[in-house]
């Protein structure tokens, strides 16, 4: 099936830095990523919807100012956590999917922690 | 909004039992996904299905679109299925944006 590779899998960062997580869809053109966060012992939740080559759409309470999404080839989507705190530790995956087929293919996920 | 709600939270069974996992929700869908999440956090995709039935080894998933309900089963259960289960409902024809359930712990003792 589809992979949709997601780096880093893992990361630890210091309070006020930023963070960028990429989703490469490596074997179709992926042309909406979802990005979803989980927190611990909750489902995953919406965050925003990129379409390729334009903006990106985010859920209500998300701010688009701190969870950058670039969104800039049919292959690569990026999040980026800016200035990060304590309380953007959490899981964030993403899903791409393509015009051709409804099925959504998963990254692996990044555990995001910030000290 | 599509209300996906799964039953039960937690499951501890006995290697070998037979195990069903619940799924319903609240407004049609055109399709469904079961997902399996490690520990380590990774999603892989076990089934997507709009009716009827699915089967892939040891794991079977059916859907009743009129009844709104969705079921996972898992025959022969081994330790290595222990993971949390998730369902995951598309919003509407053409759409693969997902509303999530909270999850099913399943462990699986020997």
């Known amino acids: 099936g589809a992979v949709v590779s997601q780096h880093p899998s893992r990361v630890i960062c210091k309070s006020g830095t930023s963070v960028k997580i990429e989703c490469r869809s490596l074997?179709?053109?992926?042309?909406?990523m979802f990005w979803y966060r989980q927190f611990p012992k909750k489902s995953l939740m919406l965050m925003a919807t990129?379409?390729?080559?334009?903006?990106?759409?985010?859920e209500q309470g998300v701010e688009k100012d701190k969870f950058l999404i670039n969104h800039a080839s049919l292959t690569l989507s990026t999040l980026t956590v800016t200035s990060a705190h304590p309380e953007d530790s959490s899981f964030y995956i993403c899903s791409g999917g393509t015009d051709f087929n409804t099925e959504a293919f998963f990254g692996q996920g990044t555990r995001l922690t910030v000290v | 909004k599509n209300e996906v709600e799964q039953s039960p939270q937690n499951l501890t069974a006995q290697e070998g039992e037979f195990i069903t996992i619940n799924c319903s929700y609240s407004?049609?869908?055109?399709?469904l996904h079961w997902l399996q999440q490690h520990p380590g956090g990774g999603i892989v995709s076990l089934f997507m299905l709009s009716s009827g039935k699915k089967k892939h080894g040891r794991l079977i998933a059916t859907i009743n679109i009129q009844e709104k309900h969705s079921s996972l089963h898992i025959t022969a259960s081994h330790p290595r299925d222990s993971a949390v289960y998730i369902c995951a409902a598309y919003s509407g024809a053409g759409s693969y944006q997902l509303t999530f359930g909270k999850g099913t712990k399943l462990s699986v003792i020997p």
């Open positions: 407004v049609g869908i055109s399709a």
């Open positions: 074997d179709f053109q992926a042309t909406t």
């Open positions: 990129s379409n390729e080559g334009s903006k990106a759409t985010y």
